[in-house]
């Protein structure tokens, strides 16, 4: 009886503790297994959703623009339709596109994702950064589109463009790449210089206007040229959207961009091979001129004369002078500090320090 009580409490035991094994082991599987789809569902919140996920939530942001003007005398007057693409930005109505995409217009006519056609009113544009605001009247819900951070992009980080290539037959394209490089200077043939990003996502004609989007679904930049030259290939440019924020703000508020402005041009940039033939006592510098009338002439900054620090700060390019101006406020005076060579260059390049008052 002892023996058989003995046995049956060996058996007992036995079996507690497998069952308590696995019951150990199944609660541990279950656990990791709830933490891992608790951090898949995280990094699907943070932004590792599919292309065709992003392409299906930001694609009814994406509009269709078609710019109508005429060209010709009274008696042989022909209408040229151009199309672009634009972002919409908010519930009002707003979208955001490049300025070359509504330049010289005189009708605006904007396709919706549904395929309904809106006429669209000027808001503002802003030639420097190639932007433009226009709206629409708003009948229908439109879905804006989530403006990104663009500085906390990164290299080789994945990107897709979404527009109109070759027209509205095109609509909403999307096209997948990378950031291949952020802070690229452009300078167009007006003169002005951006800092773009730089894609191999296919930024095609008609694309203008439209959308740099991130794994985030969200708008990290607005697509505004492509270099289409021999031996070049994949070369796409986008605005970087922390700018087009700035820009649509003061648009939507003011009609334009408000700047600080000098109000001179830079005539050229000097580096260690210039600042040596003429003897100069730096080694960098902007050469300007100042517009008549303009802050700088007011504060006796004449032609030819040399940028070489604002408000203590080393100035080397064109493009530090413009960026380091932009950074100012209007009404606020900076000191600028030059180098001034002589016209009759009798005597020796002087350095001089003048406080000039930033305009709009």
Same mark, same amino acid.
């Given at each position: 009886?002892?023996?058989? $009580? ?7 035991? &036995? &079996? &507690? ?27 699907? +919140?943070?932004? %590792?959703?599919?292309?065709?996920? *992003?392409?299906?939530?930001?694609? /009814?942001?994406?509009?269709?623009? $078609?710019? !109508? ?11 040229? +339709?151009? $199309?672009? %693409? ?21 009708? !605006? ?6 395929? =309904? ?11 420097? $950064? ?16 989530? !403006? ?10 994945? #990107? ?18 990378? #950031? ?42 607005? =697509? ?15 605005? /970087?959207?922390?700018?087009?924020? =700035? ?12 700047? /600080? ?20 006592? #730096? ?5 300007? +001129? ?32 413009? +960026?380091? *101006? ?22 020796? /390049? ?11």
């Amino acid at each position: 009886m002892k023996r058989e $009580t003995l046995r049956g409490a060996v058996y007992f035991l &036995f &079996f &507690f503790w497998i069952g308590l094994g696995f019951f150990i082991l199944s609660n541990g599987w279950l656990t990791a297994s709830n933490e891992q789809m608790a951090v898949n569902e995280e990094k699907k +919140e943070a932004g %590792s959703r599919s292309i065709s996920e *992003i392409a299906a939530l930001v694609s /009814p942001s994406i509009v269709g623009i $078609t710019n !109508l003007s005429r060209t010709g005398d009274f008696f042989s007057q022909r209408q040229i +339709e151009q $199309t672009g %693409s634009g972002v919409i930005i908010d519930k009002e109505g707003h979208i955001v596109t490049n300025n070359h995409v509504i330049a010289g217009a005189e009708r !605006l006519v904007v396709t919706l994702a549904d395929g =309904n056609e809106e006429e669209a009113k000027l808001v503002g544009a802003d030639p420097r $950064t190639d932007l433009a605001v226009i709206k629409i009247k708003v009948d229908n819900r439109v879905t804006p589109a989530v !403006l990104g951070d663009s500085s906390k992009l990164a290299v080789g980080q994945e #990107v897709i463009a979404i527009g109109n290539p070759l027209g509205l037959r095109f609509a909403r394209s999307v096209t997948a790449g990378i #950031v291949s490089g952020l802070n690229r200077l452009l300078t167009t043939e007006e003169g002005f210089t951006y800092r773009l990003i730089q894609t191999d996502a296919a930024i095609n004609p008609g694309n203008s206007g439209g959308a740099l989007v991130n794994m985030s679904g969200e708008v990290v930049g607005i =697509n505004t040229v492509k270099i289409a030259a021999e031996g070049f290939e994949g070369m796409g440019f986008s605005i /970087p959207s922390n700018q087009v924020k =700035n820009v649509v703000n003061d648009i939507k508020k003011y009609g334009r961009v408000l700047r /600080p402005l000098m109000g001179i041009r830079i005539l050229g940039e000097i580096g260690k091979d210039e600042a040596r033939y003429y003897d100069l006592p #730096v080694e960098h510098g902007v050469v300007i +001129e100042p517009v008549l009338g303009g802050p700088a002439q007011r504060a006796g900054i004449k032609k030819y004369d040399i940028v070489t620090k604002i408000d203590g700060k080393d100035i080397e390019t064109g493009i530090e002078l413009q +960026e380091e *101006i932009f950074s100012k406020k209007i009404g606020q005076a900076v000191k600028v500090e030059i180098v001034r060579i002589p016209a009759d260059r009798k005597s020796g /390049p002087e350095k001089k320090t003048l406080n000039v008052t930033l305009s709009d």
